[in-house]
C-alpha cells in the first residue's frame, strides 16, 4: 500500500514540540507506515517551491503558539488559492488547546486540543484506516480528561514518551512537570492540577541524551521547585535532589535547572533550596517569574506573591552566590502609567543593591488564559522613550519591544480579518 504523505511544518517556535510527537509514532511502530517529511521555514515564510511540493493528498501538520497565528494564517490563504487542491491542514499546540474556533476559521481543518500524545496516537492510526481523506468535515482531536481536576488522563500515559526522535538531531529540554498550581490570568498553564514526570521516565531521556553524546541536560517546568510538589509553596527537596542526583549519576556535568525553561517562583525560594541548587546545577543565574512589582497588581493577576517576597528571593539567591535573571511583565490589563513609574523606581533600587538582570516582557493575549480578550495597556510614547533608555544604559532587557509588535499585529490582523473575534476584547 502507497504511504500516505505526512509534512511536518517546522519553525524555530515548535522545534521543542516536534520530536516528541514523532516519537509518539516512533515509540508505537508507526512512522514507518509514513512518508514523513518537513516543510522547515519561519511563520509565513514557506516558499513557492515548498508550496508547490505539497499534494492534494498530503496531511501538513503545524503546531504553534497565539503570536504565529496571523502569519500562518497568511500563509494557508496562499496555500488554498495556489491554484491547487491544498493538503489537509492539522493544527494543534497551545493556541488551538486555548481557541480552535479562531484556527478553524482561519482555514485549518483537522485540530488538536489538550495534550497531545494519545491524540496524535489516533490521529496515526486513523490516517492508516483511511478516515482522514483529501476532503471532508473538520476534524477534532481532544485530549481526554478528569473532570475532578481538569488534567489530562488516559490510558497511555505521558511518561511513555520523551522528545527525542530520528528525525532530529538535538533533543530538547524535557518536561517534567505538566500543569501548575496557580492561575495567573495572562498565561495558559494554569488552570489543572500538576503531574510530574518519574523517575524512570527521566532515567529513559537521559540514556538518551547519553547516547548521543550530549553533556548538558535541561528540564521545562513553569515553577521549578515546585516540581515534585503536592501542595503549592512547599517545595519537596528531596525529591528535586533525587532528580539532580539522577543527572550526576548518569555523568552530566552540566545540569541546568531553575533557569529558562524551568524558572523559579520567589515565593518558593528558601536557603535550603538553593544550597541544593548551588551543590547540583552549572548555571550561576537563576531566573525569577516577578512579573509586577506592584503588590495590587500581582495580586489581580493571581500571581500569589508580594514584591518584598521578590526581593527577599533575589538577597537569598545572591547571598548563595547565584545571579539573578528577573522577569516582568509591561503592558498588562489595566496597568497605570503610575505603576510602571513604580516599575521603573524598583528597578533602579534593586540593581544598585543586588546582582540581577531585568528581563522585560510585552503582555500578549494568549489564547485560552483568563486575559484571551483583554486589551494590553499599550505605553505612550514618552514611556516608549523611557523603557528604550533601561536597554541603552545596560539595565533591562528590550525584548518587550518584540512584544508589543507581536501584539500590535495580532490586534490589528484580527480587527481586519476576523472583526466577530476581535469584538470580543475590553
Known amino acids: 500500500m502507497k504511504k500516505k504523505r ?21 515509540k508505537n511502530g508507526l512512522d514507518h507506515h509514513f ?7 519561519e511563520p509565513g515564510c514557506l516558499s513557492a517551491a515548498q508550496s508547490a511540493a505539497l499534494r492534494a493528498s498530503d496531511v501538513c501538520v503545524f503546531s504553534f503558539m497565539t503570536p504565529h497565528l496571523p502569519l500562518f494564517a497568511a500563509e494557508i490563504r496562499s496555500l488554498r488559492v495556489a491554484g491547487k487542491s491544498a493538503p489537509r491542514l492539522a493544527a494543534g499546540g497551545p493556541h488551538v488547546s486555548g481557541d480552535r474556533e479562531l484556527a478553524r476559521a482561519c482555514g485549518f481543518d483537522i485540530l488538536f486540543s489538550g495534550a497531545g500524545e494519545d491524540s496524535f496516537l489516533r490521529f496515526a492510526h486513523d490516517l492508516l484506516g483511511e478516515k482522514i481523506t483529501a476532503k471532508g ?20 500515559s505521558w511518561e511513555r514518551y520523551i522528545p527525542a526522535s530520528r528525525y532530529f538531531k538535538t533533543v530538547p529540554p524535557l518536561e517534567i512537570s505538566r500543569g501548575c498550581f496557580w492561575s495567573c ?11 510530574y514526570r518519574g523517575q524512570d521516565s527521566i532515567g529513559s531521556y537521559l540514556e538518551e541524551l547519553r547516547r548521543r553524546g550530549f553533556s548538558r541536560a535541561g528540564f521545562i517546568a513553569p515553577s521549578a521547585l515546585e516540581f515534585a510538589a503536592c501542595r503549592r509553596q512547599r517545595p519537596e527537596l528531596g525529591r528535586i535532589e533525587q532528580l539532580l542526583e539522577l543527572c550526576r549519576l548518569a555523568g552530566f556535568k552540566f545540569i541546568e535547572f531553575g533557569i529558562f525553561p524551568s524558572e ?3 515565593d518558593t525560594v528558601s536557603a535550603e533550596g538553593l544550597g541544593l541548587l548551588r551543590r547540583y546545577v552549572a548555571n550561576r543565574r537563576l531566573t525569577f517569574g ?10 489581580s493577576i493571581g500571581r500569589g506573591h508580594t514584591s518584598a517576597q521578590i526581593v527577599s528571593a533575589v538577597a537569598a539567591a545572591n547571598a548563595a552566590g547565584f545571579a539573578v535573571n528577573l522577569d516582568f511583565i509591561i503592558a498588562l490589563p489595566g496597568e497605570t502609567a503610575a505603576e510602571r513609574r513604580e516599575l521603573l523606581e524598583f528597578i533602579s533600587a534593586i540593581r544598585k543593591k543586588y546582582r540581577v538582570h531585568i528581563q522585560l516582557h510585552h503582555f500578549f493575549p494568549l489564547a485560552g488564559s483568563a486575559f484571551a ?23 533591562a532587557s528590550d525584548w518587550w519591544q518584540a512584544g508589543e509588535r507581536a501584539a500590535r499585529a495580532y490586534l490589528a490582523w484580527l480587527a481586519s480579518d476576523f472583526p466577530v473575534f476581535f469584538a470580543q476584547f475590553t
Open 264 to 266: 523559579i517562583r520567589p
Open 185 to 195: 490570568r495572562y498565561c495558559q498553564t494554569g488552570g489543572s492540577r500538576p503531574r
Open 373 to 395: 480578550w483583554r486589551l494590553p495597556s499599550f505605553l505612550s510614547a514618552d514611556e516608549r522613550q523611557v523603557f528604550s533608555a533601561l536597554k541603552k544604559n545596560g539595565l
Open 137 to 156: 468535515d473538520p476534524l477534532f482531536y481532544e485530549a481526554p480528561t478528569n473532570a475532578a481536576d481538569a488534567s489530562p488522563v488516559g490510558d497511555l
Open 6 to 26: 505526512v509534512a511536518f511544518r517546522i519553525f524555530s517556535g515548535n522545534r521543542l514540540t516536534l520530536p516528541l510527537l514523532l516519537n509518539v509514532w516512533e
Open 290 to 299: 516577578a512579573q509586577s512589582a506592584v503588590n495590587a497588581r500581582l495580586d
Open 35 to 41: 512518508d514523513i517529511f518537513f516543510a522547515a521555514a
